[in-house]
């Protein structure tokens, strides 16, 4: 896909693409498009935006994409690897556009 998509699916009023735009922030995957290159519907559902948070565009270009690309090389070492991604929100949350997108202080990536 060439662009993220509101997730319908959700219980409530998720983020929606105009939440992003003229904001100084990127939509960060959670669960990068690449790690699912072996389904077309699987990378589909990583360009849900229930699937990205807010990152500044030098983080999701920089040290998280070199993250990404260091799991990806680990997996191709192991049996299995189970990776779990998320924000961390520390103090008050500043938010993004109309619905109020909540921009996290921290990432986190975790390995087993």
């Known amino acids: 896909p060439s662009h993220f998509r509101a997730d319908y699916d959700l219980q409530h009023q998720g983020a929606r693409d105009a939440d992003y735009r003229n904001s100084g922030y990127s939509r960060g995957h959670m669960a990068p498009a690449a790690d699912f290159a072996w389904s077309t519907p699987a990378v589909r559902a990583t360009f849900l935006l229930s699937n990205a948070v807010p990152q500044r565009q030098n983080v999701n270009a920089g040290i998280w994409a070199r993250l990404e690309s260091f799991v990806r090389r680990l997996t191709a070492l192991s049996d299995s690897v189970h990776v779990f991604s998320g924000p961390i929100f520390e103090g008050e949350p ?18 087993l």
Not at 94 to 110: L, M, T, Y
């Open 94 to 111: 500043s938010f993004i556009g109309p619905n109020r997108v909540a921009v996290p202080s921290h990432f986190f990536k975790v390995l």
